[in-house]
C-alpha cells in the first residue's frame, strides 16, 4: 500500500539554526498538509498547500516557517531560526482530494537544544 | 472555533471485553468527522470517515458512528494488537485543517 515517508526521522538542531524536514507523500495524491505534536499534546495543523501554493495555515505557522515542493515528488517544510518551542513530532500528510483522508507519515522529531 | 473532546483518556479493557470511545465535537459545519489510530512514535493511521449523522462505518473489530454532537468508537472483542491511541478529528466546510482531540489511550490486556 502507498504510504507517505519522511526524512530524517530524528533530527537534532541547536537554536537559531535552520532545519529542512522532507516529505514524500502519496504519488496520486494534490494535497499536502504538515502537522505538529508536541510531546503529550495534541496533533495541531500548521499547513496545507495545493496547485503549488499554500491554501491554509495556522496561527503557528509564522514567518519562520516555509513550505516548498521543489519537484514533482518532494514536499520540505522550512524553520528559518529554530526555537525551542519547536521541538516536537512533526507529521506530513496528504490527500487524494479537498475532503478525502489524509494519510500520515512517521514524522521527523525535531529536538532543538 | 472547533473544538473536540475525547473521553475517556485512557482505558484499560481485558481481552474480549467490549466497549465504546467518545468524540464530543463543536463545528459550525461539519464536512467530515476522520478516526485515526495512532501508535507510540508513529504517525496517525486513518480508519474511517463519517460525514452525516446516522453514517456507520465497521471495519474488523471497529465500529464508527456518528451523531450531530458526537461520535462513538465501539470496539468489540478487543484483542491485545489493539491497543493504542484513538484519535479523532473533525474538519469544517470552508476549512482545510483537521481539528484533532487530545486521544484516548486503549489498552487491552491479555
Known amino acids: 500500500e502507498p504510504e507517505v515517508t519522511q526524512t530524517p526521522s530524528h533530527q537534532v538542531t541547536q537554536m537559531g539554526q535552520e532545519v529542512i524536514l522532507r516529505c514524500v507523500p502519496i504519488?496520486?495524491?494534490?494535497?499536502f498538509y504538515w502537522y505538529r505534536q508536541i510531546l503529550g499534546q495534541k496533533v495541531e495543523f500548521l499547513v496545507s498547500f495545493y496547485n503549488n501554493e499554500i491554501s491554509e495555515k495556522s496561527e503557528i505557522f509564522d514567518d519562520q516557517f516555509s513550505v516548498e515542493r521543489p519537484d514533482g515528488s518532494n514536499f520540505t517544510l522550512k524553520i528559518r531560526s529554530t526555537k525551542l518551542e519547536d521541538s516536537a513530532m512533526y507529521f506530513c500528510?496528504?490527500?487524494?482530494?479537498?475532503?478525502?483522508?489524509?494519510?500520515f507519515g512517521n514524522g521527523t522529531r525535531l529536538t532543538v537544544t | 472555533e472547533d473544538q473536540v473532546t475525547q473521553s475517556p483518556e485512557a482505558l484499560r479493557l481485558q481481552e474480549g471485553e467490549s466497549s465504546s470511545l467518545n468524540c464530543s465535537y463543536t463545528?459550525?459545519?461539519?464536512?467530515?468527522l476522520f478516526w485515526y489510530r495512532q501508535d507510540p512514535g508513529k504517525g496517525p493511521e486513518f480508519l474511517f470517515t463519517l460525514y452525516s449523522a446516522g453514517e456507520e462505518k465497521e471495519k474488523e473489530r471497529l465500529k464508527a458512528t456518528l451523531t450531530k454532537k458526537e461520535s462513538f468508537l465501539h470496539i468489540t472483542a478487543p484483542k491485545p494488537e489493539d491497543s493504542a491511541t484513538y484519535l479523532c478529528a473533525v474538519r469544517n466546510f470552508g476549512n482545510e485543517k483537521l481539528t484533532f482531540g487530545t486521544g484516548t489511550r486503549l489498552t487491552i490486556i491479555p
Open positions: 500528510a496528504s490527500s487524494e482530494q479537498a475532503n478525502s483522508p489524509l494519510h
Open positions: 504519488s496520486n495524491h494534490l494535497y
Open positions: 463545528v459550525s459545519g461539519l464536512r467530515g
